[in-house]
Structures are given as structure tokens and as C-alpha cells.
């Protein structure tokens, strides 16, 4: 199993958008809608962010998205905040209860 | 309040036994997956495996089973891992989580998280 791909590093300025890619394959990313995402801050633990490929946890604001195409999913940050710069994981069901990581990415907001 | 609570950091020496744990409160600890994920220094998450507490039923990744144990005593609501001869290599910080199975393939609540240092 290797590691989704994900961008190392992706910025944007406040109040713009950035979107956050993560690539599979059909065993995993394109073969269920099961993607999730995660944000972590230097020393925290991971905020689960998105989770069946769109849907916000409550308390995770709405400036945060989330879509599929194919074997490729996506994290958009619209209206980026300071508060936003982290790490980002995307995280996708490859079947029978086994899960497989990205690489991670690193968000900077210039 | 879901809760998860991880023992404190722990120094081993190479070839050096240890055992992790996770404390599960705010929920029914029985009927949620807990899941552990490794995070070595300067590194991406990586999934580790997941056990069912209800009845002891684990998962792991191919890249750690044969690696480490995962286990839980669903009588005192704690998860731990584990392994019997540590490495360098296992330096790392180790989070649990819950997860939802394969209806929920995600982990919401997290632990804060366990440093592991294996150093000689």
C-alpha cells in the first residue's frame, strides 16, 4: 500500500482559496466515497476536518470543502484565515476496514 | 464528551518491551473501533491497525502486522499497543482515535498523543 499523493506544500494569502489535492487509485479514493480529512497543528493532535468525501463535522467551519473526481479528492479552503496554516492529510477506506493515509501537506498563508 | 487519554512519553532502549495505552470515556468504549496511527519525526500519518474492544477483533495494516500488538480490555475501556523488542526506527509520536467502521471509515475523537523514543 503506498501513500495517497498529496501537493508537500501549497499557500495562499487571506481570504483567498487553495485547494488541497489527493490522489488514489480505484482500490481506494475512486472505489468509495470515503474520504476523510484531517488538519494538524504543530503539537496538537488531528482535527478530523471532512469526512465521506463533503461532510463537515459540527464545529469545523464552512469555509472548509470537500469533493471527489475519480481517483483524485479534494480539500478547499476558501477565505483562508491565519488560523488555517497547518498540515493536511487526506485519509481513504481502501476496503475491508484497512484505511491508507496522503503523504500530508503543508498549508502556508502568506 | 468523548475522551480519549494516552499514557505519558516514554525513553526505551533498543530491544526494550513496551506498552502503550489509550483510556476511552464520554462513549460506549464496546461499540467503537479504536484505531492507532504513527507519525515518525518529520513525517506523514500512517495507519497501524484498529481493534473492535467489544470482542477483541484486529486489524492491521501490512506494514506493521508482525510489527506490533494491538490489544484492548474492554473492562477498564483502555486500547493498547504494543511491542516486544523496540527499534530505533519506532521513534515516533503514536495517536489512537475512534473509528467508526466500515460505515464510518474515519477516526473523529483523538488522543493527545504518545511520544516514543527509542534511543541507545
Known amino acids: 500500500q503506498s501513500a495517497l499523493t498529496q501537493p508537500r506544500s501549497v499557500s495562499g494569502s487571506p481570504g483567498h482559496s487553495v485547494t488541497i489535492s489527493c490522489t488514489g487509485t480505484s482500490s481506494d479514493v475512486g472505489g468509495y466515497n470515503y474520504v476523510s480529512w484531517y488538519q494538524l497543528h504543530p503539537g496538537k493532535a488531528p482535527k478530523l476536518m471532512i469526512y465521506d468525501v463533503s461532510k463537515r463535522p459540527s464545529g469545523v467551519p464552512d469555509h472548509f470543502s470537500g469533493s471527489k473526481s475519480g481517483n483524485t479528492a479534494s480539500l478547499t479552503i476558501s477565505g483562508l484565515q491565519a488560523e488555517d496554516e497547518a498540515d493536511y492529510y487526506c485519509c481513504s477506506y481502501a476496503g475491508r476496514n484497512t484505511l491508507i493515509f496522503g503523504g500530508g501537506t503543508k498549508l502556508t498563508v502568506l | 464528551e468523548v475522551l480519549l487519554v494516552q499514557s505519558g512519553a516514554e525513553v526505551k532502549k533498543p530491544g526494550e518491551s513496551l506498552k502503550i495505552s489509550c483510556k476511552g470515556s464520554?462513549?460506549?468504549?464496546?461499540?467503537?473501533?479504536i484505531g492507532w496511527v504513527r507519525q515518525m519525526p518529520g513525517k506523514g500519518l500512517e495507519w497501524m491497525g484498529i481493534?473492535?474492544?467489544?470482542?477483541?477483533?484486529?486489524i492491521y495494516s501490512p506494514s506493521f502486522q508482525g510489527q506490533v500488538t494491538i490489544s484492548a480490555d474492554k473492562s477498564i475501556s483502555t486500547a493498547y499497543l504494543q511491542w516486544n523488542s523496540l527499534r530505533a526506527s519506532d521513534t515516533a509520536m503514536y495517536y489512537c482515535?475512534?473509528?467508526?467502521?466500515?460505515?464510518?471509515?474515519?477516526?473523529?475523537?483523538w488522543g493527545q498523543g504518545t511520544l516514543v523514543t527509542v534511543s541507545s
Open positions: 481493534i473492535y474492544p467489544g470482542d477483541s477483533d484486529t
Open positions: 482515535a475512534t473509528y467508526g467502521g466500515s460505515y464510518r471509515p474515519f477516526f473523529d475523537y
Open positions: 464520554g462513549y460506549r468504549f464496546t461499540t467503537y473501533w
